[in-house]
């Protein structure tokens, strides 16, 4: 049997759900010039949070998106005025580290109330699947690719035609040039980092009846971020998006075709991170390193 | 008696203290100053780094290189204890230079994600391989490459020791200057005459060397490795978190803060060990309220307070006939 | 009639270094003011001061009568205090169109949107010509025009240029002039830095000369193009009449 359209397949709906995952953390950088390192943690309160609304109050978690992605801008709305706006115009190593301690604290809040424990969320949908073709669908993939589709072309929009996501861009390009044009910049900030975690807490949501729900899910998440935002050029949502059917295609391909493929598939966004600044520091799509 | 002949005495008891400790303390002692030791040398590995304005998140990849290293060249080619140290100070030192030489000119947040990638790469790559490292289910020392507790502890405290004099000794010399033109601006520096790239392989190969070694004695010390305890993230967050509460960019804020992290590791643990996760959600926190409300750490609120209290005294002592 | 800008006593600087110091000026309502002085002197410290990226340490901006010094930018320009920054600072991946539209930002500007989008385009056709090409794949004058008429988009009460002409050919200098004149016949109350002192006092009604963070001299257009510093300062000679003709002519 031919594999090439099962691995394309595959390597299409995984790319869908990275865009989601790192969209986020683009959004983040590009306007505020901060990698937030406890966007990871953010991914797993959503699965969490979609965990919960299922197992307590038998809430699908695609009905209780909605609910959650508003409650994640909520809390990075918070963390950012009672933590990050205060790091904005310090140095590299402060914006790091606090972000880093911000991380391990909520990962480990996450341990204490609910402990180390690995769940996973079973819906109905969760284990269905049916063939295409040669093709096995996973529904579940399927579902996640869909509402991952929706959300980033809806942000996409949202940054390109309303006046709030023209003036986010104009913040990210020039926030002087911003402010004289009477956007308020400090709020856009805030709003920013708040679109930014609610992001993550929906790819948190969609993964929920994927994978398997740990406290530590949110690190290797976040890494794989880092590579697809570095890879498309930090600051660039289209690079962003390109970055992601990088990842999601070399990953898949490479769990197909090399022996012991799905161990080495994780290595490959750490072999991108290390290409990639050091050949071409500016990624895909993106503006300058600043050296 | 001025500030400097008190560091240099604080300075020598510590090391007394330290090297003594092994000798004639109690078990229980003797695991503290182990402790206490090895994340010295990882802080003041971590700042002489930091120090050079390299940022790095990656220190478990020295760490658990030196343990396999360790490891590896006991059980395969059968070298004794100090040689394999030798061993992994060596590939600590040639990783270091050689990140060093491939991270190129990157600043910032783009090296700090580099040392990153380098330390989940390696971990990758210690699952990935088996047959070497044992893969996932770890592998053991061979008990008869073992050298006895007492040399394993004296061994780290060497160690400790050896990375403060070095850490003095720059601190005493004109590099420090160079640290800090290094920290402020690279293309500044490089006018001074100090070459950034070479400058940095000598401070990563340093620095690398010593976190390297610091892995393979805790591999001796604990007999087994696997490649979530050898690049866990925690060493990573250990090693800058001491010196963040302690002092950034300063000789004894390290060392300072590394004593600090242990007690209020063993505090909590004792406190609250019950509760799982509850000592790192604490460094976390610390992390967090010391960048926002103690941005020079201990020592630089220790000092503030001498000074305050100086600044009140003063007066009193000059209205004395 | 209270003016429709007043500094008083403003003190200011980055840092440890001040750059202004005591400065105090007025605009009337429908006044063109322009703002003199060589490198450094302050002027565009100035319309920082007053457009609110910079907080003055000492001192008031009165704005129609109400100090507005702790006033955040953004709010000064929904006030109607509108900059043409120094150095044009377009954004550069959007569209002119764009950069117009964020230029309207404020909500009182977007209800005129329309309505101000004629007007530019009227008084800049290059602009309309232009208006999907990328701010920044433009020329310097053309992204001059951009940054006055993306100003201009906020229906500013005050509008504020820095520098205007600089690194712009002779002739398109006459076109932005041409401009700003015809914007000010609506009334606008206009505060504009120059170097070119030949070409601002042409259009100002009157000028403030800042040396050294101090105002220096300050009068009507006439009285500045006699004033001696002013020759001085920008000529560094005293010159004659003829001399300063022959500039003219040139």
């Known amino acids: 049997m031919d594999l090439l359209p099962q691995v394309f397949s595959d390597a299409l709906l995984l790319a869908g759900l990275y865009t989601l995952m790192a969209v986020g953390l683009s959004l983040g950088f590009g306007v505020l010039r901060i990698i937030n390192f406890a966007q990871g943690e953010m991914i797993m309160l959503g699965a969490y949070g979609a965990f919960w609304g299922l197992t307590l109050l038998g809430v699908d978690p695609i009905i209780s998106l909605p609910v959650l992605v508003v409650a994640g801008f909520a809390l990075g709305w918070l963390i950012f005025r009672g933590f990050v706006a205060k790091v904005l115009d310090a140095p590299h190593i402060n914006q790091i580290l606090l972000t880093f301690g911000l991380a391990l604290a909520i990962q480990h809040i996450a341990i204490i109330l609910w402990s180390g424990n690995a769940r996973s969320a079973t819906t109905a949908y969760a284990t269905e699947s049916a063939f295409v073709g040669d093709v096995l669908v996973v529904y579940s993939r399927l579902i996640a690719f869909a509402i991952a589709t929706i959300m980033v072309v809806a942000l996409i929009a949202w940054l390109r035609w309303s006046e709030t996501g023209r003036a986010t861009r104009a913040v990210a390009e020039n926030r002087a040039a911003a402010a004289l044009m009477g956007i308020d910049v400090d709020r856009i900030y805030a709003m920013s980092f708040g679109v930014s975690c609610a992001l993550s807490v929906a790819t948190g949501v969609v993964v929920s009846f994927i994978l398997t729900i740990t ?77 | 008696m001025n500030t400097r002949t008190f ?32 994340l010295i040398a990882l802080a003041v590995s971590w700042n002489l780094m930091a120090s050079a304005g390299l940022i790095s998140l990656g220190h478990s990849a020295f760490f658990g290189l030196g343990g396999y290293v360790v490891i590896l060249s006991a059980n395969l080619l059968g070298m004794p204890f ?47 391989l088996p047959a070497l490292t044992g893969g996932a289910k770890g592998a053991f020392l061979d008990a008869k490459y073992y050298p006895g507790t007492f040399t394993v502890n004296m061994g780290m405290s060497l160690a400790a020791a050896v990375t403060c004099l070095i850490a003095w000794r720059m601190s005493q ?24 790239l070479k400058f940095r392989c000598a401070i990563m190969a340093v620095s690398g060397a010593v976190a390297s070694l610091v892995g393979g004695i805790e591999a001796f010390h604990g007999g087994y490795l696997d490649p979530a305890i050898a690049f866990d993230l925690h060493i990573t967050i250990t090693s800058q978190i001491a010196p963040i509460l302690g002092g950034i960019y300063t000789l004894s804020g390290p060392i300072i803060g590394a004593v600090a992290t242990v007690f209020i590791g063993d505090a909590t643990r004792l406190s609250l060990g019950h509760i799982e996760g509850v000592s790192l959600l604490v460094f976390g926190l610390i992390l967090v309220f010391s960048i926002l409300y103690l941005p020079q750490g201990i020592r630089g609120g220790l000092s503030d307070l001498w000074r305050r209290r100086s600044a009140t005294a003063e007066p009193t002592k000059m209205a004395k006939p | 009639m209270t003016p429709i800008l007043e500094l008083i006593n403003i003190r200011v600087g980055y840092g440890q270094s001040v750059v202004l110091q005591d400065v105090s000026l007025n605009l009337r309502e429908g006044e063109i003011v322009c703002l003199l002085g060589a490198n450094g002197a302050g002027k565009t410290t100035t319309t920082r001061v007053v457009s609110g990226l910079l907080a003055p340490w000492a001192g008031e901006i009165r704005y129609a009568g109400e100090n507005i010094a702790t006033v955040p930018a953004h709010k000064r ?55 999907k090409q990328k701010a920044g794949l433009m020329s310097g004058g053309e992204q ?42 609506r009334g606008l109350s206009i505060l504009f830095v120059e170097q070119n002192v030949q070409a601002a006092l042409m259009i100002a ?24 510093l002013v020759q001085e300062a920008f000529l560094g000679k005293k010159p004659s009449r003829q001399d300063l003709s022959e500039v003219h002519r040139a």
Request: include cysteine; charged fraction near 15%.
């Open chain 3, 77 to 131: 320009v929904e006030l109607g205090i509108c900059l043409s920054p120094e150095g044009r600072q377009v954004f550069p991946n959007f569209s002119v169109y764009e950069n117009l539209l964020l230029g309207s930002f404020s909500k009182k500007a977007r209800l005129r949107r329309t309505e101000m989008f004629d007007e530019v385009y009227g008084l800049f056709p290059r602009l309309a010509e232009r208006r």
């Open chain 3, 205 to 228: 009604h009157r000028g403030y000369v800042l040396a050294n963070g101090h105002i220096a001299a300050e009068g009507t257009s006439a009285e500045l193009r006699s004033s001696p």
């Open chain 2, 82 to 128: 100090w040689i394999s140290l030798i061993a992994s100070l060596a590939a600590g030192a040639l990783f270091g230079s050689g990140l060093a030489l491939i991270t190129g000119r990157l600043r910032g947040i783009y090296f700090a994600i580099t040392t990153l990638a380098a330390s989940e790469g390696l971990r990758v790559i210690a699952v990935m």
């Open chain 2, 7 to 38: 560091g240099l005495l604080l300075g020598a008891v510590v090391l007394i203290v330290i090297l003594s400790i092994p000798v004639f303390g109690s078990p229980s002692a003797v695991d503290i100053t182990f402790r206490t030791c090895s």
């Open chain 1, 215 to 291: 406290p530590f899910m949110g690190f290797p998440m976040l890494i794989k971020s880092i590579a697809i935002v570095i890879l498309g050029g930090l600051g660039s949502i289209a690079g962003t998006v390109i970055g992601a059917f990088v990842l999601a295609f070399s990953e898949t391909f490479v769990s197909y075709y090399v022996p012991d493929g799905a161990g080495w598939a994780e290595g490959i966004a750490f072999l991108l991170i290390i290409g990639i600044l050091i050949l071409r520091p500016r990624g895909i799509l993106g503006q300058t390193v600043e050296t």
């Open chain 3, 144 to 185: 001059q025009m951009l940054a006055i008429g993306r100003a201009l988009m906020g229906c500013p009460k005050l509008l504020m240029l820095d520098e205007p002409s600089l690194g712009l050919g002779p002739k398109i200098i006459i076109d932005v002039y041409e401009a700003v004149a015809s914007i000010a016949k």
């Open chain 2, 173 to 196: 010399s004109r590099i420090h200057y160079a640290f800090r033109a290094m920290r402020a601006n690279e293309g500044a520096a490089q006018m001074l005459g100090i070459y950034p």
